[in-house]
């Protein structure tokens, strides 16, 4: 019933794509065009990214973040926040020796997982309260004893 409906509506091709990470699969983004025939690498490059942003909008939906911000007020709050989401993504990355960008989904999968605020981790990272650990696990550690 479904493709003569979408032929009807000038669908003439379909492409389906994983959204999640590892074994977290939170849905599949659609893809529809007007043409036949297979997609381009660009137009697959295309859709991966997409998907990945999807993930990205499902988690952070998730873990308490908004997309996007404003001025001032909350929102600069939120970008405030971000700049530690960032900072924690790039100490995850040298700890598991990985791109950025993956330690960055990492974050936001075990954000997702753990269901606590994408930040509130970020934090706990940035503030060496949490490590992550080469078996995709984080670990707590030890808070250092002061000199004092």
Do not use: C, W
Request: hydrophobic share 45%; charged share 20%; aromatic share 4%.
């Amino acid at each position: 019933m479904f493709a003569p409906a979408a032929a009807q509506h000038g669908t003439s091709a379909m492409f389906s794509f994983p959204v999640g990470v590892g074994a977290a699969q939170v849905g599949v983004l659609n893809v529809y065009r007007a043409t036949t025939g297979e997609l381009t690498a660009g137009e697959l490059n295309d859709a991966y990214a997409l998907a990945d942003l999807a993930l990205l909008l499902v988690l952070d939906h998730r873990g308490g973040i908004t997309v996007g911000s404003g001025v001032g007020g909350a929102d600069n709050d939120a970008v405030l926040r971000n700049v530690e989401v960032h900072q924690a993504a790039g100490m995850v990355s040298v700890q598991l020796g990985i791109p950025v960008v993956e330690a960055l989904l990492r974050l936001r999968a075990h954000a997702f997982a753990d269901n606590v605020r994408l930040t509130d981790l970020a934090r706990a990272v940035v503030q060496r309260k949490l490590r992550f650990a080469s078996n995709d696990e984080h670990i707590s550690e030890p808070e250092p004893e002061s000199d004092q």
